[in-house]
């Protein structure tokens, strides 16, 4: 049962206010309070009466079975729902998976995400990509949509062009196998990485190298041979060590794309010509065509005055193909917020063309992760590289392990250490309001305690723990509890916990409404907050009498089921021993 609803159409039989405005209205009030409140402020302006004394009219009026009492509290309205309907309702919509049902859409919709270049490695920016990315794909999944998981990797360009260059000029013919001070080598994205790093050090020696890079592309564009052979060996080198760090970060896609491979097609090109034809596009003095979209927006430069391709040129084209080739409802682009007016441009372009998916382009913008350390700059050599993280963070983990489980096997330590990592990692990127710049710590984030990863993993463990020991000690059949008399649960810590359990599907709402995890986050927080407060205050294996002691392992089961459902959405794996 929706109890929000519930108390929202008694509501609307006394008030002149649609169901909608009412819901909106309605509350959790601090503890003690009730469940839920409604401010009577609105709707006594609309019945020109006092909020007070209406509050105390309604209260006297209200009334129903799921509600144990409604107060008057000032000009706020304080509604306590039934313990025992409470139970019922929550728990057997739990079992039955109709507390969780969260069809809420429809359509097909291409999610975006990562796009890496292959001049460098990933770093802690991109796993907020990845993490944003598959977790939103999850989200629009469970809520009705069906989902394609896209990555366009950006292997071609000036960027490219100068990790290439500095090879060539700088690397003497090492591989990165032969790399590094110790020559023991390097990680094969890391060894290019290295290679851009290097340009940009040596630019400030030698200005000309710009140039010299700028020649390299328009070869590369042109197809000589030598370049493109050197580009395919650098660009298998970044792409296999990118694909590395995917598999180890549990990182999925459906497709793949590559901007190289949308350029030999110039499916922008084409776009660019019709532009021009159509007087939407103009061409500059120098040879440059921009799309003219002033004064709302800036004008937008497409192609260069030597004829070379900008991201912007392939995007024309790529966004027409994904639309045509996928018969897409919906294209989101997972893309930090400094390309924010890129694609405000790009989007009033598809606009201007009078393309009828302009529409349905979504740029689901996030904030900036920088570490305690300060801003990261890949030019400089200063970004935090995802692997060299996720490895930090293994360690960290198994720093905790070796505290809190000295008798563990170097084995299990080793697999649960990433597991903790990869989660510590994941929720602490995506428990934030994805729009908002972000501060990412390592050792907050793999606290087993606060609001962390690993928090719900330890919870999971501990609820598991408890089903367990009811199996194997008390011999109690776990395949029953959903027709356990969940009416019996009466502990103000109980109803604590169905009430949360009970939110689940409002928090995806949430989530899907604002297209950022940080509500089904702050649930799942919530959820095991309530129920490590229920596990120190009530025996669950010594209640009075069987029928409590299988009530009770019914709401601990209840809880793993909301847990791992919301876990998975958010791609933290769910631990059943810590």
Known sequence: MDFKEQIALLLVKELALPKDAVISLLSVPPAGMGDYAFPCFIAAKEQKKNPIELSKTLAGKLSAKFLEKVEAKGPYLNFFLSKERLSESALAGIFNG???????????????????NTNKPLHVGHLRNNALGLAISNLLEGTGHKVVKANLINDRGIHICKSMLAYKLFANGKTPEKWGEDKKGVKSDHFVGDMYVLF???????????????????????????????????????????????????????????????????????????????????????????????????????????????????????????????????????????????FKQLFAIFKKLNRKWAESCYHLSYGYVSLPSGRMKSR?????????????????????????????????????????????????LLKNDAKKDMVFDPEKSISFEGETGPYLQYT???ATSILRKAEEEEKINLKKLADAEFGLLSHEKEKELIVELNKYADAVKKSWELLSLHPICHHLLAVAEKFNSFYHEVPVLKAENKKEVLAKLALVQATLIVLKKGMDLIDVEAIEEM
């Open 98 to 116: 109709s507390a969780l049902e969260t069809k809420l859409g429809k359509g097909k919709v291409m999610v975006e995400y990562s796009s890496p």
């Open 200 to 342: 940009n050090q040596k630019l400030k020696e030698d200005p000309t190298l710009e140039e010299k890079a700028q020649e390299l592309l328009l070869k590369w564009e042109k197809g000589d041979k030598e370049t493109i052979e050197l580009w395919k060996k650098m660009n298998k080198w970044a792409i296999d060590g990118m694909k590395e760090t995917y598999k180890t970060f549990g990182t999925k896609f459906d497709e793949y794309f590559f901007e190289s491979e949308m350029f030999k097609k110039q499916l922008g090109k084409k776009i660019i010509e019709e532009g021009l034809a159509k007087g939407i596009f103009k061409r500059e003095d120098n040879g440059a065509v921009v799309a003219a979209l002033e004064p709302e927006l800036p004008n937008k430069v497409l192609l260069r005055g030597d004829g070379t391709s900008l991201y912007a040129t392939n995007d024309l084209g790529v966004t027409e193909e994904k639309f045509e080739r996928f018969a897409l409802d919906k294209s989101i682009w997972v893309v930090a917020n400094e390309q924010d007016l890129y």
């Open 460 to 462: 999971f463990a501990r």
């Open 380 to 428: 400089e050599g200063t970004v935090a590289d995802a692997d060299d993280l996720i490895l930090e963070m293994k360690k960290l983990s198994l720093a905790e392990l070796e505290k809190r489980y000295p008798k563990l096997s170097a084995k299990k330590k080793d697999e649960r250490a990433l597991k903790i990592a990869l989660g510590g990692i994941k929720f602490f």
